[in-house]
């Protein structure tokens, strides 16, 4: 079979998977007033934010309504406890591709533990629009939304096996992709005076801000690397030998954390019966200088601490150092170690810096083309988007540069 089959019958896997897994959100739980409950939950802003990872799936309780949530939700746990535990951590570093698999069946049935956790959540939450609530409905809701679930985490796993590009990350794409269409109807349908200037404004701040998005996820930082046999032959360092640090280390997840975090408020509002505490929050969210303040903070700490997930200073620098490599005018070990962390560090402020910015523009597009569309889309969205595909169409690009290397050495 030929490279160009292959390719064309893995994206056709890969599109039939996600075709299904749009559909099943449209697949109602029955015993709910569904209209009365997406407009009852329209305008909640956490539940807004959720929808951006379910397509919607937590305005229509659907059978994927829970979608990748819980999958995404576990394996960041797994990624914490792994820095935190030993004999996960032990797993992970020393057991090569058995320690990665068992990892991935705990995340699994981590995965499946926080659908039930969720379900129940959201059985307690849609009460008020139940037409009959008693126990049988409950249980129903929770196996639904669980297996829903569980079969969306088994559609992203085949794409990621027997597909293209990585399944959870694609199936995030599609819904965000999905939500589009809707958010600019609404805005074509409330300005109906929209002039041709303010159409021709639209079109380069959109792209200046797909390209600072590009920018962010794709800027790093080369750190020139020379072996020891380069040192002993006294050779120049050789430019292709470097070490490449990301300006962004944490990719979209610091800005999902702050996004999530800023949407927080306006649920724990409806939520809190003191008047007071109702009134600070109301302070925080209206003033757009503390709500722009605050989001900025949220994004440098969360870049921060995702960095030192993603990325271990000490073992990188040892790891060098048992190569035989090392930085130039570096002493190997721990002061190439505070030379990396001095780095990254640079590197993480200024790219959480970046981000900030990204969140920014689609306010400012508002603001000057009194659209509000983009303004809802957001920068999580957008950095999710062109993260996704400049990845997908890599591993592409990868596969056939590698088949016609197999080709070619047959």
Request: charged share 10%; hydrophobic share 50%.
């Amino acid at each position: 079979m030929s490279i160009n089959n292959i390719l064309v019958r893995k994206i056709i896997l890969t599109l039939l998977l996600l075709i299904v897994a749009r559909l099943g959100i449209f697949i109602p739980i029955p015993g709910i007033d569904h209209d009365a409950f997406y407009n009852g939950v329209g305008k909640n802003a956490l539940v807004n934010f959720l929808n951006i990872f379910s397509g919607g799936g937590f305005s229509t309780i659907g059978l994927f309504a829970l979608g990748i949530v819980p999958y995404i939700n576990s394996s960041l746990i797994i990624q914490l406890l792994t820095k935190t535990v030993p004999a996960l951590e032990t797993l992970q570093k020393e057991e090569g591709e058995k320690g990665r698999q068992k990892i991935n069946q705990i995340t699994r049935y981590l995965a499946l533990v926080w659908a039930i956790i969720q379900s129940i959540g959201i059985c307690l939450w849609i009460k008020p629009y139940v037409f009959y609530w008693n126990a049988n409905f409950v249980i129903d809701v929770i196996i639904s939304l669980s297996t829903g679930s569980m079969i969306v985490m088994w559609f992203s796993e085949i794409i990621t096996e027997k597909g293209i590009g990585n399944g959870a990350s694609l199936i995030i794409f599609q819904n965000i992709i999905s939500g589009i269409p809707q958010g600019l109807k609404g805005s074509v349908l409330n300005n109906q005076s929209l002039l041709l200037n303010q159409a021709i404004i639209l079109v380069p701040l959109f792209i200046m801000m797909l390209v600072i998005t590009i920018l962010v996820q794709e800027g790093i930082r080369k750190i020139n690397i020379v072996s020891a046999r380069q040192l002993i032959k006294q050779y120049n360092v050789d430019p292709q030998s470097y070490l490449p640090l990301k300006l962004n280390q944490g990719g979209v997840m610091p800005i999902v954390f702050a996004s999530a975090s800023m949407a927080l408020p306006s649920y724990l509002r409806s939520v809190i019966p003191n008047e007071a505490a109702r009134q600070i929050i109301d302070i925080c969210i209206n003033n757009n200088i503390i709500y722009l303040l605050l989001y900025g903070i949220f994004i440098i700490f969360f870049s921060y601490f995702y960095s030192s997930l993603v990325l271990n200073t000490e073992d990188l620098s040892n790891n060098l150092k048992k190569m035989g490599a090392s930085i130039p005018n570096i002493r190997p070990g721990e002061d190439t170690n505070e030379y990396l962390n001095k780095i990254i560090n640079r590197l993480t402020f200024l790219g959480s810096l970046f981000l900030f910015l990204v969140a920014l523009v689609p306010s400012i597009i508002a603001q000057v083309t009194k659209i509000n569309s983009f303004k809802g889309f957001g920068a999580t969205s957008l950095l999710i988007l062109v993260g996704v595909a400049i990845d997908t169409a890599k591993q592409i690009q990868t596969y056939i540069i590698s088949e016609q290397y197999e080709s070619l050495m047959k």
